[in-house]
């Protein structure tokens, strides 16, 4: 039989792990949001 506090921990654990790979997968996409961009401008102005 599974205890009910070993249960809570596992769901404990999964948010947490659920809580970081989203904050770590914003946190990346907003990072591309500003490097593309500046990326492109720079290439577009160095290379015209």
């Known amino acids: 039989m599974v205890k009910e506090g070993s249960n809570m921990e596992q769901v404990w654990k999964w948010a947490?792990?659920?809580?970081v790979a989203g904050f770590l997968f914003f946190f990346i996409?907003?990072?591309l949001w500003l490097i593309i961009p500046a990326v492109l401008i720079?290439?577009?102005t160095t290379h015209s």
Not at 16 to 19: D, E, Q, T, V
């Open 16 to 19: 947490k792990r659920l809580g």
């Open 29 to 31: 996409k907003g990072l």
């Open 42 to 44: 720079w290439w577009s």
